[in-house]
């Protein structure tokens, strides 16, 4: 067994995923040393109430007939009476325990810190996994079948967590997933794949109309089964082909299934329920399933399945979107940059370092619904009595936080008052790498344990002054906490990263005034920024690096995993990308320029084409019907209509062409490119993406404003803008403008902040844009050594004042450009023409070489209207 082995408690439910998820654990080579399942109580499969207090193991064959399913929202129930089989037929010690507990937290997320008097049915769980972990102490992993289901993986991923066992959730987001070899797309495919690797699941509950009652105890795994379910719940959604994924799979609580058999590599019998034991039960709303009576276990016989075993498909790697950028850029992938690009002076960087602390001073923006605090320091000249380790440096920093909060929330008039439960997103500046172990604990004591949705969070170690360890930057939303959206994945898949800390992967929050958005926030379709968190190159179900990749891989990979968060957040574009750089490598510009290559790949080769006569909704829409929020047949529903889907639509379009003011339905923007070299990133990784999103951009009519884009060049460099004109919620909207300003080495930056608040200005008004109590202004400057300077003597300025400062090493850039309608479709990139500095662009996409700047700024400023 490898040193990346684990060794796994398999939750099971008698269904197919939960089954199917346990090859994928052996898959990965991890080792399955037990089986847990809690029943229902007072159904159980000697229909007497056993002891509570004790687990329940090693039931034999030939159990009576179980009663009705218990409907819980948590687990699945019916067929119960089989789950005793499993030990012999799979040879794995199986405990099981009774649900004592009901859904008292039905909201999507779970928060294990405001539990209550009451008994959740998830911490039933508990005292299971416990008992468990005291027979098998080796016992470290905890693997579930979650594929859609937020409500599931959260409340699993939170007892995992706080047992300590490492969350598996292998077929998490499986429907968006690229198709294993072996495989193409299709709308049934984890199903097509149970059935190459010989397994075998009945249907025992349906609860949709668009599943006849005569698919009772059918194969999902066979192909006459699939195509029946596809027809019969295509009606329901026409325009949503991933929804369609989800409910041909059951993830709506459409059906419900009992695995029976599969590959000799896991299943040593099979179970048998002669068809006079097979007895059809009907519910409330026409929910119809199987008593099982007398189940047996036979030999496992299957035909083929010595073959079988060894097919199990996985998902490949790479999206084909970016499988393409990986071809295309991969001939550019030992060029250089022009020899003539300036390269950082040594005895500037020395110089410079010196001169550091000015940059990184503690600064504020306080407005009226969000509150930014950058550059949080415990240490340096001015803190002579401040501790010197990182750890005790971070303490101090929490310490200030909590302090700030309080002074905040009375400036702001906030009745709540403002906690670290209200940060959306923090940078977190380490000196040396190496202290990140001592200073996580400490920055994760800022959050409540068991609180959902922590901040999203980027971490980095970069050159900060001399006696400073530790630099901390906030972003905080004085709105309603339940007014965001948050994507916390702790589970290992094939997806994206697990979070390996206090973070999430991505947290939404509305555009507007929160007051004018108290409304359902996961149905609203409200415009968000979506903040990310930072995204390095790890394989998701392993987490671990590539082997024998180069870096053309490694940063593309980095990339899709941001691209893979946004796609399910319903993210529309990126306004900037950032792709930090580990400095000291030997082939010195050449990374910065394959990572813009590919930033810049990725938008021009898109994610799709955008359907033929699919409406303005015809794209798969985040946060659609949970998985389980539809437990009870709510799909049902939704208006049933005809009409044909292409396999192949499903995934969210990222970036959106259909979201630009002008009519270029096939134009691209290819947003600014900034490649940041800082001293290290975590696990050493080779690069590190960051962005922020903007989702759920209204897809109206040309004519309608919607979304706009501009370049304009200058003498020190160039900027960027990005504006935002949502509807109104009620009587006010909100007017974003993102700005990303890109500024040379050695050039003379003092106009910078009168330029960026010229090219906010509509173009027919001349005045300067005051900045007033209701907006907000954040944003991060990414400031060489040599720079340094230059930005001490410009951000005592009004607007640049309250950024978040990230010392770089070195500094590289590209510009976005708007292109033109036709030259978006010729994806060749280097037969396009370049774009020459001193014009207002809107031009064609090409390749351009990042440059070497001196500072990189990008912001966010919000304009409230009436």
Known sequence: MSSNSLNVIALISGGKDSLFSILHCLESGHQVVALANLYPGATSVSNERRNASSVEISHGEGQSEEGEDLNSFMYQTVGHSVIPLYEKCLGIPLYRREIMGSAVQMGRYYDASDLG?????????????????????????????????????????????????????YLWQYPALPPPIGRGESLTGLLDDMRAAGCDARIIKIASGGIKESLLWANVADPRTQLRLVNGLRPFF???EFWLRGAVLGEGGEYESLAVNGPRRLWRRRIVVPPEQQSTFTGEGGVSYLQLGKPRTEENHADGSETQEESLRVPQLFDPQFQAVVVTVKPQETASVSSDAEKPDEADTQRSRRMLIPSLRPVKCLTSGHVSICNITSGGPSHAESPSSAASQMQHICDDLKSLLGSISSSLDIATGLTPSNI??????????????????????LFRSGEPNPPARVTIACPLPENIE???????????????????????????PANIGPYSQAICVPVGKQEETQINVHDAGLVEMVHMAGQIPLVPHSMNFLSQAGFLEETALGLQHLWRIGQERGVDMWPWGIAFLESGCTDGPVRPELSCRVWQQAHLTGTRSTKAGMGEEGDEADEGPDAWDLQYNRASTYEASSGEMTVGQHLHLLPDANIFRQ?????????????????SLPRSAPAEWWSMGIANLPKSPASKPRVSAVRKDRVWGSMAKVTIHPPSYGKSGTIVHLITALVHQRADIAGVESDILNLILPDNESETLSLGPAEL????AFITLQAQQEWSRMSGGHLLRNLAVIPCNSLFGSSGVVPSAAAANNLAVSSLPAIEFGTDIQAPAAFYPPLPLGLAVVMRIDQSTM
């Open 117 to 169: 008097s009451t008994l959740d049915e998830t911490e039933d769980l508990i005292p299971l996994l416990r008992e468990v972990m005291q027979i098998h102490p080796e016992a470290n992993a905890l693997c579930s079948g979650a594929i859609l289901s937020t409500y599931q993986r959260t409340r699993v991923e939170s007892v995992a967590v706080r047992l300590g066992l490492t969350p598996l959730a």
């Open 470 to 496: 530790v630099s901390l930057s906030v972003l905080i939303d004085a709105g309603p906490r339940d007014a965001r959206r948050g994507l916390h994945v702790q589970s290992r898949s094939y997806w994206a």
């Open 238 to 240: 026409p325009d949503h």
């Open 424 to 445: 959306v997103s923090t940078t977190l500046l380490l000196k040396d790498m190496s202290n990140f172990g001592a200073v996580n604990p400490i920055y994760a004591s």
């Open 663 to 679: 009519d270029g339905s096939s134009a691209t923007f290819v947003p600014p490119f900034v490649a940041a070299e800082v001293v």
């Open 777 to 780: 202004v954040h944003g991060t």
